[in-house]
């Protein structure tokens, strides 16, 4: 193996409500506080096989539709369940232009980063 994504870095208005969404979903918890930037992460901490993210504080808005995104699987419980609860941490229905056939959920999070909620279930990263 040549590399390994360890870090993703994301522009956003308010880190401390993104971070604080992500760890929710991820079961992340915050891993650092430096100059307008919160890294979270696995309990673990930064180096195993799980990438920490890092929301850094920017006024510029977002240009448009996402080059990048998210895709998240549940761990512990069916894909309603997690849909459900994702729901209830303040992720929203997002129209991407999907059909109404697809087997996963097109969400988007407190800024309006969208993230796909997949339907295959896999086991948690320890």
């Known amino acids: 193996m040549a590399c390994r994504i360890s870090e993703i870095a994301v522009d956003c208005a308010d880190p401390?409500?993104?971070?604080?969404?992500?760890?929710?979903?991820?079961?992340?918890?915050?891993?650092?506080?430096?100059d307008g930037e919160i890294e979270?992460?696995?309990?673990?901490?930064?180096?195993?096989p799980q990438p920490v993210l890092v929301f850094n504080r920017s006024d510029d808005p977002r240009p448009g539709k996402l080059r990048l995104h998210f895709d998240?699987?549940?761990t512990d419980r069916d894909q309603e369940a997690?849909?459900?609860r994702l729901l209830k941490l303040g992720a929203r229905p997002a129209d991407v232009g999907q059909t109404g056939e697809e087997s996963w959920h097109v969400l988007a999070d407190p800024e309006g980063n969208e993230f796909c909620l997949l339907r295959r279930r896999v086991s948690e990263v320890r």
């Open 82 to 84: 997690e849909l459900d």
């Open 16 to 34: 401390e409500r993104l971070a604080a969404f992500w760890c929710e979903v991820l079961g992340y918890s915050v891993l650092d506080r430096a």
């Open 72 to 74: 998240v699987n549940p």
């Open 40 to 48: 979270i992460g696995p309990p673990a901490g930064s180096g195993g």
